[in-house]
């Protein structure tokens, strides 16, 4: 089964943040660095965007209660939810 193309996509920026978020903890002035962390988190920011308003949300904190609880409507992981 394969994943959902835009869940890769958050897993990989999400790597490469805590990859660049270690380098600046040792580089905190690095100018390339620090480009590359804010490309990168505007990259994933975009596709976690994208995966809650087609799927629906990551975290309890991205549900909204006016909406209701609409992971009780999407598939659940053991039922290809995440692929």
Sequence with gaps: MQMNPIAKKIYEYGFALDDAILF?????????????????????????QEYEEQIGPLQLAGADPEKGWTWLDAPWPWEGGMC
């Design 24 to 48: 600046l903890d040792t580089h905190p002035e690095d100018p390339d660095a620090l480009a590359y962390y804010r490309e990168i988190r505007d990259a994933y920011q975009a596709a976690y």
